[in-house]
């Protein structure tokens, strides 16, 4: 069977180049990843500004170009998907509006609605509320508000679905590829109810693995963002998962 490629896509405001350990894991397996550029918040890149915008629609596009470059480059290998966080979100639109790819791989992945965090759904309603003032006012997100640098119309598509429940894209149909789902243990940013809802939204259940990450390595953790750091139990799961859908 031949060793896949991985596609991530990152967390909100996180650089490309904070996975390279995640990569190196993936790399003991012989597994190629692709660290999808973080726009805006790559060290040479232009960030967000009144004149500088993207969407969703375009951070999924790009992944789709990435797909595509890693097929013609190796096509007799699989491709996958990896969202992470806001990442998982884009990962999924991807698979919706695009030539899919083989199989897609979330983790801290959520439908953002305020009413899915409990005590604190309020504080994220009121980020949900904010982040549109502060893009109308600037043209784009400033710092400190939440995700800042950000573009004005993604952001504004996220602060959305945060007040609403309701993708900034159509949900034409269940994703149709292998997916394996990872919980991160304690995670307050993607509850699991949120994940729930992420994956009653856009997940087919019969092609849907889940798997809660709870047993970190000496020094690592379960954090929405840390555990990146010491991955390699994260992906050993994710190894044994495409082996046993590949079966």
Request: net charge neutral.
């Amino acid at each position: 069977m031949s060793k896949p490629i991985v596609i991530v896509s990152a967390a909100m405001s996180v650089p490309s180049a904070f996975y390279r350990t995640l990569a190196g894991a993936f790399a003991e397996h012989d597994w190629d990843t692709h660290l999808q550029p973080t726009r805006g918040y790559e060290k040479d890149g232009a960030i967000a500004s009144r004149r500088n915008d993207w969407s969703y629609a375009s951070e999924a596009a790009a992944i789709a170009t990435s797909v595509a470059a890693a097929r013609a480059e190796n096509p007799d290998r699989p491709v996958i998907v990896m969202g992470h966080s806001l990442g998982g979100q884009l990962a999924v639109m991807h698979q919706l509006h695009h030539e899919p790819a083989d199989g897609l791989i979330a983790i801290g992945a959520s439908v953002p609605h305020f009413r899915h965090y409990g005590r604190i759904g309020a504080g994220v309603l009121t980020l949900g509320l904010s982040v549109p003032i502060a893009a109308r006012v600037f043209g784009y997100v400033p710092k400190p508000f939440f995700g800042g640098p950000g573009a004005r119309t993604m952001m504004r598509e996220w602060a959305g679905f945060v007040r609403s429940g309701k993708p900034p894209f159509a949900v034409p149909h269940p994703v149709p590829s292998p997916t394996l789902v990872i919980d991160l243990k304690g995670d307050t940013f993607a509850t699991v109810e949120a994940t729930d809802h992420y994956v009653k939204k856009f997940l087919d259940a019969d092609h849907t693995s889940r798997w809660t990450y709870d047993t970190p390595p000496d020094g690592g953790n379960t954090h929405h963002i840390w555990w990146a750091k010491t991955p390699a139990p994260v992906v050993e799961h994710i190894v044994d998962w495409w082996a046993s859908t590949n079966n």
